[in-house]
């Protein structure tokens, strides 16, 4: 709540408010190729994530509630994260996720397996879930 009152003190009247996030929704691991796909598991949501996810939405419902912003429009989207290989997706998840998302030993083992198999020019991509929402400042 603090961000989004300082958000409310310093925005012009009228002005616009982009919330743009992940949402958090057990995203797909998958091995790519230039003719298809094929899904190898999910990443888990950890409580960690999960609650952010919350307290995000929360605080934004209570902005609107006390007429701070008023939703002018909602879309939601995939993006997707790429890597060369999966040891790559590995360490990322292990570097920048391992708080909010959990990628299982079993998920790691068949997107190995899945890439050695593909063609040559193969990636590995986790299909993430994003919202972006635009708030107009009331008043």
């Known amino acids: 709540m603090h961000a989004l009152e300082e958000i409310k003190r ?3 009247p009228g002005g616009l408010l982009i919330d743009l996030r992940p949402v958090l929704g057990n995203w797909p691991v998958e091995v790519v190729w230039r003719n298809g ?3 190898t598991g999910r990443l888990k949501d950890l409580p960690d994530g999960l609650s952010d996810d919350e307290a995000a939405n929360e605080a934004i419902e209570e902005a609107a509630r ?3 912003f008023e939703l002018e429009h ?3 989207f995939s993006l997707f994260y ?3 290989t999966p040891s790559e997706l590995e360490e990322f998840a292990r570097e920048e996720w391992d708080q909010f998302v959990q990628l299982d030993e079993d ?3 068949a997107t190995k397996s899945a890439w050695a ?3 040559a020019d193969a990636q590995v991509r986790v299909r993430a879930s994003m919202m972006v ?3 107009r400042k009331s008043g």
């Open 10 to 12: 310093t925005l012009v």
């Open 133 to 135: 929402n635009l708030w």
């Open 66 to 68: 006390r007429e701070w």
């Open 74 to 76: 909602e879309e939601n």
């Open 82 to 84: 790429s890597w060369d």
């Open 117 to 119: 198999v593909a063609d």
């Open 107 to 109: 998920i790691i083992r």
């Open 37 to 39: 796909y094929r899904e």
